[in-house]
């Protein structure tokens, strides 16, 4: 503490630094957070420094001013103690779109040995698009912390009520996985037209939405983050990696990257934001932290990317052999490492009107290829502003959310068939003068585009408008820890939902979106989906759990009346 006289002694430049660093310091000194911050800074410093000497152009050093300040704009806003205590889903989701859209590209492409806007066509629109579109978020979310100052759900909320916050047990994440399991082999290898087709039954389709709970067994080293107090069994390890494998070969089977990568980065996620909370405590520059990022770069670039081509290689006969054979020809393919490499060149050297080419890693591409930014745009030049077509489309695509006794009722003639048969992407080509053969490819459109085509700028009021109530929507799904006692916690100040755990690549991921549109679709449908899903599994594997473990509960109770007498 300072005396009277050391503080009369401070002059009026030192207090306004003072004052400047406690703004800037995103948290306390030493911390992860702070380490975190402090080092991506660097990260990015010595990246752009790389850019700049190596491809220096002005459209590469407008991108890199860009990402610069976007940065900083997150990092002092948003990477802070209490922001991120107070809104903490909400923030997860703005880190997405700016590590997307902004950091992410410039790591990757400087690892790639590129430049930011490598195969842009119109470098500019893309970081003058994302630049304005962060600003309009950053709006967006201050209105949303005026109006809402206690986000997070209070005890006596109905989420509360049904169960969301209740800690599962380890079987009932174990039966999770299971039921995930089943229903990925259900929907791709027993009736695989479920998996491929994008209406269908009621019925598949919700056995089709029990997919992402695979991944639940993973989360069970990370307890702490959804009310579980116990340690984790001594056996977990061993039967996580039977699980992977079982997973593994199951992804291999459907002829997917992502059902294999997006699962695990969930969980990475998860424990990348409890370090930030200070759920989880660990050093950020150790030498084992160090190892284990480099192992997981070599996984990342090596094996895994190169299992991921040989899913690209033989994915032209997915539809002519059985899941078997399919497994079988991947396997080959992922052993012939000069196919992989040519089929590489290939992607890397051909192109069309719809180019998608900007990282060759295939996994980091999914996190940060503004190439789809950059090729929505292109389309959206060629078809011009406000386009009628295009606008009829967002329309529909919004309505098609409802349910269909809802449509029926309302007399609204929306075709599901139709418009969820194409991607944004697609139709955006389409329009734009792309073959007819380019709907059903679904090609990746990007928001900027489809919106310019649907709205003009105004699509930057949709999205503005239509984020509040998602950031409100994804800060629901936490509350404040309490102790048995009903008190609030001393340790682990927040208790997430596993729920929301499951999804947090998905919030992670939500922005960049193909449309504004997708702001509509989470609210009609996608939210309310995600917590009635999440409540039915969560309840049935409880029963499970319950008649499993009630004989064993019942001798352990047995023996402690013995041992009282």
């Keep these: 503490m300072w005396s009277s006289k050391s503080r009369s002694a401070l002059t009026p430049s030192a207090a306004f630094s003072s004052k400047a660093l406690a703004y800037l310091a995103p948290a306390e000194t030493g911390s992860f957070l702070f380490n975190f911050v402090r080092g991506s800074w660097v990260a990015l410093l010595v990246a752009c420094l790389f850019q700049a000497v190596f491809f220096l152009s002005t459209a590469n050093l407008f991108a890199l001013g860009c990402i610069i300040i976007a940065w900083g ?11 991120l205590h107070t809104y903490p889903l909400s923030s997860f989701l703005l880190l997405g779109f700016t590590a997307t859209q902004f950091y992410f590209p410039l790591v990757f492409t400087t690892l790639e040995g590129k430049p930011v806007v490598f195969n842009l066509e119109l470098p500019y629109q893309v970081f003058v698009h994302s630049s304005l579109s962060l600003l309009v978020l950053l709006l967006a979310h201050a209105i949303y912390r005026g109006l809402i100052r206690k986000p997070l759900s209070s005890p006596t909320s109905w989420l509360n009520h049904i169960g969301i916050f209740t800690p599962p047990a380890d079987l009932q994440l174990w039966l999770m996985g299971l039921i995930g399991l089943g229903a990925t082999v259900y929907a791709f290898f027993i009736s695989p037209s479920v998996g491929w087709e994008v209406t269908g039954a009621a019925s598949d389709k919700a056995i089709q939405g029990l997919i992402p709970f695979s991944y639940a067994p993973f989360f069970i080293p990370f307890g702490r983050m959804y009310g579980q107090t116990k340690d984790p069994s001594k056996r977990l390890v061993p039967m996580l990696v039977i699980f992977t494998v079982l997973l593994f070969v199951v992804s ?3 002829n997917s990257r992502g059902a294999f990568m997006l699962g695990f980065t969930s969980v990475g996620f998860a424990f990348g934001f409890g370090l930030l909370l200070g759920i989880f405590k660990t050093r950020l520059f150790t030498l084992r932290n160090a190892l284990l ?18 899913m690209v290689i033989v994915r032209n006969q997915r539809s002519k052999i059985s899941n078997a054979e399919l497994i ?5 393919a992922y052993q012939d490492k000069e196919a992989i490499h040519a089929r590489r060149q290939y992607d890397n050297t051909t192109s069309d009107e719809w180019d998608e080419r900007y990282l060759d ?9 503004l190439k789809f930014n950059d090729a929505s745009l292109v389309q959206a030049s060629k078809i011009g502003d406000q386009d009628k077509d ?7 695509y919004i309505l098609g959310a409802l349910p269909d006794p809802f ?8 075709d599901k068939e139709a418009v969820y048969a194409v991607s944004f992407g697609d139709y955006l080509y389409a329009e734009a003068g792309g073959p007819p053969e380019a709907l059903g ?27 509040m109530p998602v950031f409100w929507l994804c800060d629901k799904l936490v509350t404040p820890a309490r102790t048995e006692n009903g008190e609030q916690s001393t340790g682990t100040s927040l208790r997430f939902s596993l729920c929301g755990l499951l999804a947090i690549t998905a919030i992670f991921q939500f922005l960049p979106a193909e449309s504004v549109a997708a702001t509509a679709t989470f609210l009609m449908r996608g939210w309310l989906q995600m917590i009635f899903l999440y409540v039915v599994i969560f309840q049935a594997t409880r029963f499970i759990s319950n008649v499993f473990e009630g004989p064993k509960k019942r001798g352990v109770a047995r023996h402690v009346r013995v041992a009282q007498r």
Excluded: C
Excluded at 328 to 332: D, G, N, Y
């Design 73 to 83: 704009l997150l990092s002092t806003q948003f990477l802070r103690s209490d922001m």
């Design 252 to 254: 291999i089977g459907r």
């Design 293 to 310: 990022a480099g192992l997981g770069f070599l996984l990342i670039t090596g094996p895994i990317a190169d299992i991921g081509t040989a």
């Design 328 to 332: 079988e020809l991947t396997l080959q």
């Design 361 to 369: 890693n295939i996994f980091t591409a999914r996190f940060s290829n």
């Design 390 to 396: 295009m606008l009829t489309y967002t329309i529909n």
């Design 407 to 414: 449509l029926k009722a309302l007399d609204i003639n929306a």
């Design 441 to 467: 490819g679904f090609r990746t459109g990007h928001f900027a585009g489809t919106g310019m085509a649907a709205f003009s700028w105004w699509y930057l009021f949709f999205l503005g408008v239509g984020m």
